[in-house]
C-alpha cells in the first residue's frame, strides 16, 4: 500500500508492469510449477514422525495368539452362504464373549438414478472395566462375500474380552454396502442428520467420544504387504501422527506397507512423484476412496488398511494381521487426549516422507502470483489517475458504465446454477446432454458479446477473480486447487489481444480447460499412469458413472466437489468467453496515437499527477 501511494515509485511499478508483464507472469507460472514437482525431492520434503509421545508406536507388547480361532472361524463364517444366517453367527459370537451387540437397518436413496440401498449395521461394544465410557476406539470392516476380517475381527474380541488394560472402549462395527453403511451408522451415533437421502434407525446403545477408526478390509488372508488409504471426502487427511503410527507398526512386524496404488521400488523422484500424484488425485476429487473417509466430517480421524495378495510371495497370515491390529489399536488407547499436535495439512509422496503446509503454500502462491501480476497490469494500463496518484482514489476515475463488469458474472452464476438444479432433477440417462447443453450455451455467449472500450479493466475483473477462487479452494482442498490452477492459470494469461487465426486457438485452449474436459484427461492419466491394464474399453461409461458418483455424494455423503464446480469453477470459466479482445493491430495503433503509453504514466499529464498527489494527501 505504501509502495502505491508514493507517486515515483508506484510509477516505477507500473513502468515495469506494463512493459515486462508477459515476463514476470512467464517466470512466477515456471517458478509455481517446478516448485511443485520438486515436492517429490527428498531435499524438500521431510520424512514423518510421531508428535504425540503417548502413542508409543512399537512399545506395546502384543498378546494375539489366536490365530488358530481365527481359522476355525473362517472356516464356519465361509460355510454359511445366507445372509441372515450370517448375521445372526455374527451376533451370537459377540454374545458370547460378554459384549454388548445390537443391529441397524438403513437406507438410502439414490437421488440420480433412483434406486433404492437397503442393508444392516452390526455393531459390538465393549466396554472398558475402569473407566465410565467417556472415550471409544471404532475397528470396523464391511460385510461382503469375500471378507475374512469378520473371522479376524471375532478372534480379536477373544482376546480384549479377557484384558483389562483398555482405557476406552473399542466398537467393533461390521457394515453392509460400504460407505453407505457405515455412514448411516456414524449419522445415527451423532443423533445428526447428514443427509435427508439416508434414512436409518437409532442406534440403541453409545459410547463415549469416538478418538480414532481403523478400517481393515481383507479379501485375502494369506498375504504379501498392505495398502494404507488416508485420503478422506472432501481432500481432508487425518492427523499425520495416526498415519505414522501405522507405518511404524508395520515396520515392526516387518510387513510392506504402501499407500494407493504407489509402485514397488517407491523412494527415488520418479516413483515419489507417482505416489504423490496417485495420492493428489483422490484428494483433489474429494469423492470417498475408502470407507474410512467417512469418519473425518465427524472429527473422528481414520485410515483403511487392506491386504494384498502377490503370487508365490506371500508370507503373511493371521498371526501377523491381528498382531497389527492388536497393536494399532493398543497405541491408540493410551492416548490421554484427542489427535491435535501434529500435521492435518500435508501431502504424502509416500508412507515415509511427507510435504508440510509451510512447504506446498510457497509454489502455489508464485503460480497465483503470475495472475496477480497480471491484473495489476492490466489495472495500470486502463489510464486512470487512481493508478498512478494513490488506492485512495482507486475508484474515484471509473466510469460508471465500467459496472457492466458485473452483469457477465450474474450470467455466469446463473449458468452454473442451472446447471446444479438440471442434473439434480433429471436421470442418469439425460444427465450427459444437460452437461453437454450447458457448455454450449456458455460458449454461445461469445456470439452476444463485442469489443469493450473498457475491455483491459473487464479482463482484470475476470483474472481477479480467478484468482480469489483459487485462494478459497487452497484452504480447502490444495490438491484439487493445484489440478486446476496448472492448466487453467497458463490458458488464461494467454487470452491476449491476437490476430483471428490466434483467437481461434485460444478458444480451442478454452474448451480443452472446461473443467469436465479437466476431469476427463486427469482420468485418463490416472488410469495410465497407476492403472494401465484398464485402459480397455469406452470413456462415455466410466464417465458418466463417475459424474453420477460426484453428484450423488453431494446429496448422501456430503461431498462439495460438485457445488464448487457449479458455483466456482464454471462461473470464471465462463466469464472468460465473455471476454471479446480487439485485434492486435488495432491495440498497436491506439498506443501509436498516444491514448495510452506506459512509459509517460498512461497519459496523464505532470499536473493532474500533481493534482492527485494533493488530494491524496
Same mark, same amino acid.
Not at 213 to 223: C, E, G, I, Q, T
Not at 326 to 331: A, C, H, I
Not at 453 to 474: G, I, K, N
Given at each position: 500500500?505504501?509502495l502505491?501511494?508514493?507517486?515515483?515509485?508506484?510509477?516505477?511499478l507500473?513502468?515495469?508492469?506494463?512493459?515486462?508483464d508477459?515476463?514476470?507472469?512467464?517466470?512466477?507460472?515456471?517458478?509455481?510449477?517446478? $516448485?511443485?514437482?520438486?515436492?517429490?525431492?527428498?531435499?524438500?520434503?521431510q520424512?514423518s514422525?510421531?508428535?504425540?509421545?503417548?502413542?508409543?508406536p512399537?512399545y506395546?507388547?502384543?498378546?494375539?495368539?489366536?490365530?488358530?480361532?481365527a481359522?476355525?472361524?473362517?472356516?464356519?463364517?465361509?460355510?454359511l452362504?445366507?445372509?441372515?444366517m450370517?448375521?445372526?453367527?455374527?451376533?451370537?459370537?459377540?454374545?458370547g464373549?460378554?459384549?454388548?451387540?445390537y443391529?441397524?437397518?438403513?437406507?438410502?436413496?439414490?437421488?440420480?438414478?433412483?434406486?433404492?440401498?437397503?442393508g444392516?449395521?452390526?455393531?459390538?461394544?465393549y466396554?472398558?472395566?475402569?473407566?465410565?465410557s467417556?472415550?471409544?476406539?471404532?475397528? =470396523?470392516?464391511?460385510?461382503?462375500?469375500?471378507?475374512?476380517?469378520?473371522?479376524?475381527?471375532?478372534?480379536?474380541?477373544?482376546?480384549?474380552s479377557?484384558?483389562?488394560?483398555?482405557?476406552?472402549d473399542?466398537?467393533?462395527?461390521?457394515?453392509?454396502?460400504?460407505?453407505?453403511?457405515i455412514g448411516?451408522w456414524?449419522q445415527?451415533?451423532?443423533?445428526i442428520?447428514?443427509?435427508?437421502?439416508?434414512?436409518?434407525?437409532?442406534?440403541?446403545?453409545?459410547?463415549?467420544?469416538?478418538?480414532a477408526?481403523?478400517?481393515?478390509?481383507?479379501?485375502v488372508y494369506?498375504?504379501?504387504?498392505?495398502?494404507?488409504?488416508v485420503?478422506?471426502?472432501?481432500g481432508?487427511?487425518?492427523?499425520i501422527?495416526?498415519?505414522v503410527?501405522v507405518?511404524q507398526?508395520?515396520?515392526?512386524?516387518?510387513?510392506?506397507l504402501?499407500?494407493?496404488?504407489?509402485?514397488?521400488?517407491?523412494?527415488?523422484?520418479?516413483?515419489?512423484?507417482?505416489?504423490?500424484?496417485?495420492?493428489?488425485?483422490?484428494?483433489?476429487?474429494?469423492?470417498?476412496?475408502?470407507?474410512?473417509?467417512?469418519?473425518h466430517?465427524?472429527?473422528?480421524?481414520?485410515? $483403511?488398511?487392506?491386504?494384498?495378495?502377490?503370487?508365490?510371495?506371500n508370507?503373511?497370515s493371521?498371526?501377523?494381521?491381528?498382531r497389527?491390529?492388536?497393536?494399532?489399536?493398543? =497405541?491408540?488407547?493410551?492416548?490421554?487426549?484427542?489427535?491435535?499436535?501434529?500435521?492435518?495439512?500435508?501431502?504424502m509422496?509416500?508412507?515415509?516422507?511427507?510435504?508440510?503446509?509451510?512447504?506446498?503454500m510457497?509454489?502455489?502462491?508464485?503460480?497465483?502470483?503470475?495472475?496477480a501480476?497480471?491484473?495489476?497490469?492490466?489495472?495500470?494500463q486502463?489510464?486512470?489517475?487512481s493508478?498512478?496518484?494513490?488506492?485512495?482514489?482507486?475508484?474515484?476515475?471509473?466510469?460508471?458504465?465500467?459496472?457492466?463488469?458485473?452483469?457477465?458474472?450474474?450470467?455466469?452464476? +446463473?449458468?452454473?446454477?442451472?446447471?446444479?438444479?438440471?442434473?439434480?432433477?433429471?436421470?442418469?440417462?439425460?444427465?450427459l446432454?444437460?452437461?453437454?447443453?450447458?457448455?454450449?450455451?456458455?460458449?454461445?455467449?461469445?456470439?452476444?458479446?463485442?469489443?469493450?472500450?473498457?475491455?483491459?479493466?473487464?479482463?482484470?475483473?475476470?483474472?481477479?477473480?480467478?484468482?480469489?477462487t483459487?485462494v478459497?479452494?487452497?484452504?480447502?482442498?490444495?490438491?484439487?486447487?493445484?489440478?486446476?490452477?496448472?492448466?487453467t492459470?497458463?490458458?488464461?494469461?494467454?487470452q491476449?489481444?491476437?490476430?483471428?487465426?490466434?483467437?481461434i486457438?485460444?478458444?480451442?485452449?478454452?474448451?480443452a480447460?472446461?473443467?469436465?474436459?479437466?476431469?476427463?484427461l486427469?482420468?485418463?492419466?490416472?488410469?495410465?499412469l497407476?492403472l494401465?491394464?484398464?485402459?480397455?474399453?469406452?470413456?462415455l $461409461?466410466?464417465? +458418466?458413472?463417475h459424474?453420477? =458418483?460426484?453428484?450423488e455424494?453431494k446429496?448422501?455423503?456430503g461431498?462439495?466437489?460438485?457445488?464448487?464446480?457449479?458455483?466456482? +469453477?464454471?462461473?470464471?470459466?465462463?466469464?472468460?468467453?465473455?471476454?471479446?479482445?480487439?485485434?492486435?493491430?488495432?491495440?498497436k495503433?491506439v498506443?501509436?496515437?498516444g491514448e495510452?503509453?506506459p512509459?509517460?504514466?498512461?497519459?496523464?499529464?505532470?499536473e493532474?499527477?500533481v493534482?492527485g498527489?494533493?488530494?491524496?494527501?
Amino acid at each position: 500500500m505504501k509502495l502505491l501511494l508514493n507517486r515515483s515509485r508506484a510509477k516505477k511499478l507500473q513502468k515495469i508492469l506494463t512493459s515486462k508483464d508477459k515476463l514476470i507472469c512467464a517466470l512466477l507460472y515456471v517458478a509455481g510449477v517446478v $516448485g511443485i514437482a520438486l515436492f517429490a525431492d527428498m531435499r524438500v520434503n521431510q520424512n514423518s514422525f510421531v508428535s504425540e509421545n503417548a502413542l508409543l508406536p512399537g512399545y506395546v507388547v502384543t498378546k494375539y495368539q489366536q490365530q488358530s480361532v481365527a481359522v476355525s472361524l473362517n472356516k464356519e463364517f465361509s460355510s454359511l452362504h445366507d445372509k441372515t444366517m450370517r448375521d445372526q453367527w455374527i451376533i451370537d459370537q459377540f454374545t458370547g464373549l460378554g459384549l454388548e451387540v445390537y443391529t441397524q437397518n438403513f437406507t438410502v436413496h439414490r437421488p440420480i438414478t433412483g434406486d433404492k440401498i437397503t442393508g444392516d449395521n452390526i455393531y459390538a461394544i465393549y466396554r472398558a472395566p475402569k473407566v465410565a465410557s467417556t472415550e471409544a476406539i471404532v475397528f =470396523s470392516t464391511t460385510l461382503k462375500e469375500s471378507q475374512f476380517a469378520v473371522p479376524l475381527m471375532i478372534s480379536l474380541c477373544h482376546l480384549i474380552s479377557k484384558q483389562t488394560i483398555w482405557a476406552k472402549d473399542v466398537i467393533f462395527l461390521i457394515s453392509e454396502k460400504e460407505e453407505y453403511g457405515i455412514g448411516a451408522w456414524l449419522q445415527s451415533y451423532h443423533d445428526i442428520t447428514t443427509s435427508p437421502y439416508i434414512t436409518a434407525s437409532p442406534v440403541l446403545a453409545h459410547s463415549g467420544a469416538i478418538q480414532a477408526a481403523l478400517h481393515l478390509d481383507m479379501p485375502v488372508y494369506s498375504f504379501q504387504r498392505l495398502r494404507m488409504y488416508v485420503e478422506a471426502i472432501n481432500g481432508q487427511l487425518p492427523d499425520i501422527d495416526l498415519v505414522v503410527l501405522v507405518r511404524q507398526i508395520c515396520r515392526q512386524e516387518r510387513i510392506e506397507l504402501l499407500l494407493r496404488n504407489a509402485p514397488h521400488d517407491i523412494g527415488d523422484f520418479t516413483g515419489n512423484l507417482l505416489g504423490l500424484h496417485a495420492n493428489m488425485a483422490w484428494q483433489a476429487a474429494g469423492r470417498v476412496s475408502f470407507p474410512s473417509a467417512l469418519y473425518h466430517p465427524y472429527n473422528i480421524h481414520a485410515v $483403511g488398511v487392506q491386504t494384498e495378495s502377490v503370487a508365490r510371495r506371500n508370507k503373511f497370515s493371521w498371526q501377523h494381521i491381528g498382531r497389527f491390529t492388536e497393536s494399532v489399536l493398543r =497405541s491408540v488407547n493410551n492416548l490421554e487426549e484427542q489427535f491435535h499436535t501434529a500435521y492435518y495439512f500435508y501431502l504424502m509422496p509416500c508412507v515415509q516422507r511427507f510435504v508440510c503446509l509451510s512447504v506446498y503454500m510457497i509454489p502455489c502462491g508464485l503460480l497465483l502470483a503470475s495472475t496477480a501480476a497480471k491484473v495489476l497490469s492490466l489495472w495500470f494500463q486502463c489510464g486512470t489517475k487512481s493508478a498512478v496518484v494513490g488506492a485512495k482514489m482507486f475508484f474515484s476515475d471509473i466510469d460508471v458504465n465500467t459496472i457492466d463488469c458485473v452483469y457477465p458474472l450474474i450470467h455466469a452464476i +446463473l449458468f452454473g446454477l442451472l446447471n446444479e438444479i438440471a442434473t439434480s432433477l433429471l436421470s442418469q440417462s439425460n444427465m450427459l446432454y444437460v452437461l453437454v447443453a450447458t457448455q454450449v450455451a456458455v460458449i454461445s455467449s461469445v456470439v452476444f458479446t463485442g469489443v469493450r472500450e473498457d475491455w483491459r479493466l473487464h479482463q482484470a475483473f475476470v483474472l481477479l477473480l480467478h484468482v480469489l477462487t483459487m485462494v478459497l479452494l487452497c484452504m480447502l482442498n490444495i490438491s484439487l486447487t493445484i489440478f486446476y490452477a496448472i492448466p487453467t492459470t497458463l490458458v488464461y494469461l494467454l487470452q491476449v489481444p491476437t490476430t483471428k487465426v490466434g483467437r481461434i486457438l485460444q478458444r480451442v485452449l478454452l474448451l480443452a480447460v472446461n473443467p469436465l474436459v479437466l476431469v476427463v484427461l486427469y482420468s485418463y492419466l490416472y488410469v495410465f499412469l497407476h492403472l494401465p491394464d484398464q485402459l480397455q474399453g469406452s470413456v462415455l $461409461g466410466p464417465l +458418466l458413472e463417475h459424474a453420477t =458418483s460426484v453428484i450423488e455424494s453431494k446429496y448422501t455423503l456430503g461431498v462439495w466437489t460438485w457445488s464448487a464446480y457449479c458455483y466456482l +469453477l464454471l462461473p470464471v470459466w465462463a466469464l472468460q468467453w465473455t471476454l471479446h479482445l480487439p485485434d492486435v493491430s488495432e491495440v498497436k495503433e491506439v498506443v501509436e496515437e498516444g491514448e495510452i503509453s506506459p512509459s509517460d504514466g498512461q497519459g496523464i499529464s505532470k499536473e493532474e499527477a500533481v493534482d492527485g498527489k494533493d488530494k491524496t494527501e
